[in-house]
């Protein structure tokens, strides 16, 4: 029993006044001071206060409290409850939960995080600020009731999230973002290995053909040449 019992000075008053333990056991039980007990039975400490019956409560058993009278060094030990309760499970469906002394900064919040991070999902936002998609949807859309009063407010300097939060869901939207980026951009530049070494083929291309060419006229010139040259003899 670390945290002591169910109200430790009530029932701290009530072995002072119906046993004969120790200051040292009743304080080591009810995690309080000897001082403090010692002052409990002088009447100086816990004045007006009802002593509570931890056998009644279930924290200790007769048997217990009538052990350790007979042993002044005995240490109590509380009794082990018999009623098992079920573990609460948190659910994390939902709004996260937002004071109501801040609720009213929630706008501001969400004005801020779609100027500086356009990036985040509704559901991102909804986490960090607890708020809802249509109060998203009226700010961006600039509907909402306030419209004209809103100013755009960090929400970690508004208490309204951590600092470890933002940078979680931004670096998370940031992530996702490239591929939709790509997708969008459709089609972009080669890069500058692919298109030199293109142009660098059809240069070399050209050039080929260039030389043919040139290699076809020299030949059609000297075959003129040499036929207008039988014919000039043919004449004489």
Known sequence: ???????????????????????????????????????IADGEVAAGIKGLDPVSTGQLTRDEIEKAQKAPHYKLKPAVSKVKLPEVKRTTKGPRYTPLSRRQDRPNAILWLLRNHP??????????????????????????????????????????????????????????????????AGASLLPTE????????????EDDHGGREERLDADSVFAKLKGRHHDEDDEE
Do not use: Y
């Open 1 to 39: 029993m670390s945290q002591g019992p169910l109200m430790p000075k009530a029932t701290a008053v009530w072995l002072v006044e119906n046993t004969s333990l120790a200051f040292e056991q009743i304080a080591d039980f009810c995690k309080l001071h000897p001082l403090e007990v010692k002052g």
């Open 119 to 184: 990036e985040l999902k509704d559901s991102q936002i909804i986490r960090l600020v607890g708020t809802t998609k249509s109060t998203i949807q009226q700010i961006r859309e600039r509907t909402h009731w306030n419209s004209g009063s809103l100013q755009p407010m960090d929400p970690v300097t508004l208490g309204l999230t951590t600092q470890i939060n933002l940078d979680f869901e931004v670096q998370r939207a940031a992530a996702d973002r490239p591929a939709a980026v790509a997708a969008e």
């Open 194 to 205: 692919v298109s030199t070494a293109r142009d660098a083929d059809e240069r070399e291309h």
